[in-house]
């Protein structure tokens, strides 16, 4: 799987169980206020098994994400949670390094491991494109990580082209910008 589809199942993994109970509540209302819209039997189905098809792609994703989780270290497992589930308090960790170099490496590998294990467990760039991405919170979600991945690797090159040149190059560099 595609490593920004799999940073976006992550994101979503601990919000999961919201949308699922929203999805539920919209097909409950859907259903019973059926009585009062006048649009045909057949287009309010489809619109209350639009929502039931959410459903089970967000089950799907959702025991995928905890099988997969399930093969990390406990490290990895706090690092996971850290900068995408945040189910842990703030104090568990107090004593993090979260700003080495290490800690984005890590994050890097198991992003990729995370995209690698998921493909086996069934999903793949095919099915999220084609699931996943029918759901409007994972599509928004998707787009946040892909503007975040951007901006990051701007970030990166910009600090490639400053380094290596003296403070004065660096500032007349800035400077014509």
Same mark, same amino acid.
């Given at each position: 799987?595609?490593?920004?589809?799999?940073?976006?199942?992550?994101?979503?993994?601990?919000?999961?169980?919201?949308?699922?109970?929203?999805?539920?509540?919209?097909?409950?209302?859907?259903?019973?206020?059926?009585?009062?819209?006048? @649009?045909?039997?057949? &287009? *309010?189905?489809?619109?209350?098994?639009?929502?039931?098809?959410? =459903?089970?792609?967000? !089950?799907?994703?959702?025991?995928?994400?905890?099988?997969?989780?399930?093969?990390?270290?406990?490290?990895?497992?706090?690092?996971?949670?850290?900068?995408?589930?945040?189910?842990?308090?703030?104090?568990?960790?107090?004593?993090?390094?979260?700003?080495?170099?290490?800690?984005?490496?890590?994050?890097?590998?198991?992003?990729?491991?995370? @995209?690698?294990?998921? &493909? *086996?467990?069934?999903?793949?760039?095919?099915?999220?494109?084609? =699931?996943?991405?029918? !759901?409007?919170?994972?599509?928004?979600?998707?787009?946040?990580?892909?503007?975040?991945?951007?901006?990051?690797?701007?970030?990166?090159?910009?600090?490639?082209?400053?380094?290596?040149?003296?403070?004065?190059?660096?500032?007349?560099?800035?400077?014509?910008?």
């Amino acid at each position: 799987m595609n490593v920004y589809y799999a940073k976006t199942v992550l994101y979503a993994y601990p919000l999961v169980e919201k949308i699922m109970e929203e999805l539920d509540e919209i097909v409950l209302r859907k259903a019973l206020s059926s009585i009062n819209d006048c @649009s045909p039997c057949l &287009e *309010q189905a489809e619109k209350i098994l639009s929502f039931t098809a959410q =459903k089970d792609t967000l !089950i799907k994703l959702k025991i995928a994400c905890e099988n997969v989780v399930e093969n990390f270290n406990q490290k990895d497992k706090d690092c996971l949670d850290y900068k995408y589930f945040k189910q842990k308090p703030k104090e568990y960790y107090k004593d993090f390094d979260y700003t080495g170099r290490t800690y984005f490496r890590r994050q890097t590998l198991i992003a990729k491991r995370f @995209s690698h294990l998921i &493909e *086996q467990e069934g999903l793949d760039d095919k099915w999220f494109q084609e =699931k996943c991405l029918t !759901i409007n919170f994972i599509k928004q979600l998707y787009k946040r990580v892909l503007l975040h991945e951007k901006s990051m690797v701007k970030n990166s090159v910009s600090k490639k082209k400053v380094t290596g040149k003296s403070n004065v190059q660096a500032v007349a560099i800035k400077k014509t910008a």
